[in-house]
């Protein structure tokens, strides 16, 4: 990645710089990979960038120039049976925000982020305060949501922040009607910053052993229950002919508890798997398809990233995914639930190498035009001057 100076930039763009402070899951999954990457996009648009969290944001290299992390240290106290994450990251989070003057607390995933923020916020009543900015990303609502033992605190929290986003407008419909809210959410999209892929595809495919002529399905996920690592593998032994690709399985997560299953499913031999893998880029340049078979996604960031190196997918029709991609044009969607569906859909693009690129093509037309930090960082920097205003 370029390092550009960001206070260079900022003496170019006009409007004061805020002082932003973010914190995400630093882990492998997209709230995460979306807030990490914000905070880099607006570290180039001349804001000062502090991201607050248990530890640095995994996509966080040391050539992040302009961007500061704040540990956040975890207690050992023989008294709690359960460490406490919520209290030290709040105390944390008004430190900064004193010491750093910031503007904006922008917490992705709403547990425990958002109550931290908010309990940070009253912690420097009298002094001043920084606007907090919380950004659902899914399961934060759709899952913690309907249980009760967090949904008034996730309420309390989004009714108290100065703005709520969604990341997409399923999901602020979800979580309006789920949790009752009174205030209104605003919909911002998932973006997508991809680094340049550091192999070829020809020494990708080389490493994963595929055949010429042997397709690469692709599905990257944390394999969380949601994305239906079951149904995935289901589908893929149903693809006929077997031997025109292989299943290749970015793992945000141990794949130990699918191996069973995969050799009862006699797939053995299509089925490839990378764990943690931080390259993605090598991967999704390479790919042929992608095979997503969630019950639930909000936007499904790994679709997009898919998209974006031209490759069209075959997905289940759930959440905010036909707002990310449109069935028949720049891929297929098919009801959830139904590996056969998912089989089907494999095969015919499988089968139909034009129709392929042709979605291909279209869908890297669409994640570039409508999905990309220059579309998408400019509305996160309207709503933070938003409610810096007052707004
Ligand atoms: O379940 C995951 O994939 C992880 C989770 C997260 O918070 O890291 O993903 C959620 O946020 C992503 C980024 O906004 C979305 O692209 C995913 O759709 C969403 N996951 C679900 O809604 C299940």
């Known amino acids: 990645m370029a390092v550009a100076s960001p206070s260079a930039r900022a003496r170019r763009r006009g409007p004061k710089p805020l002082a932003i402070g973010i914190t995400c899951y630093p882990s492998v999954g997209g709230s995460g990979v979306l807030a990490s990457t914000l905070g880099w996009e607006l570290a180039q648009r001349g804001h000062q960038v502090h991201f607050i969290s248990y530890e640095r944001p995994f996509r966080m290299t040391e050539a992040w120039t302009g961007v500061q992390f704040h540990q956040v240290a975890i207690n050992d106290y023989g008294l709690f049976k359960y460490p406490d994450y919520t209290l030290p990251l709040s105390v ?116 994963l052993g595929l055949r010429d002529g042997e397709a690469m399905v692709l599905h990257l996920s944390n394999l969380r229950p949601v994305k239906r690592v079951d149904l995935l593998l289901d589908a893929a032994a149903r693809v006929r002919p077997r031997e025109a690709f292989k299943l290749v399985i970015l793992a945000g997560a141990d794949f130990t508890p699918f191996v069973d299953h995969v050799r009862r499913l006699g797939i053995e031999d299509r089925v490839v798997v990378r764990e943690k893998v931080n390259d993605i880029e090598d991967y999704l340049q390479a790919a042929d398809l992608g095979l997503f078979s969630s019950e639930t996604e909000s936007f499904c960031l790994s679709l997009l990233e898919a998209m974006w190196f031209g490759c069209p997918s075959v997905s289940t029709q759930v959440g905010g995914i036909p707002e990310v991609m449109t069935s028949g044009r720049e891929g297929l969607l098919v009801p959830p639930g139904d590996a056969v569906a998912l089989a089907r859909g494999v095969e015919t693009l499988l089968q139909d190498a034009p129709l392929r690129k042709r979605m291909g093509r279209a869908a890297q037309r669409r994640a570039r035009g409508i999905f990309s930090a220059d579309v998408i960082v400019p509305q996160y920097e309207a709503l933070y001057r938003r409610v810096c205003a007052g707004g």
Request: contains cysteine; charged residues 30%; proline residues 5%.
């Open 92 to 207: 944390k989070m008004a430190e900064v925000s004193r010491q750093c003057r910031l503007d904006v607390l922008h917490v992705h995933y709403a547990v425990p982020h958002a109550t931290a923020a908010i309990l940070a916020r009253s912690m420097l009543d009298g002094e001043r305060q920084p606007k907090v900015v919380t950004t659902l990303h899914g399961t934060d609502t759709t899952l913690l949501g309907r249980d009760t033992g967090y949904a008034p605190a996730i309420r309390h929290a989004l009714e108290k922040s100065d703005a709520v986003t969604a990341v997409s407008a399923w999901l602020r419909d979800e979580t309006m009607e789920l949790l009752q809210l009174r205030r209104p959410i605003d919909v911002i999209h998932n973006f997508f910053a991809p680094r340049k892929p550091r192999r070829s595809r020809e020494e990708v495919r080389r490493e």
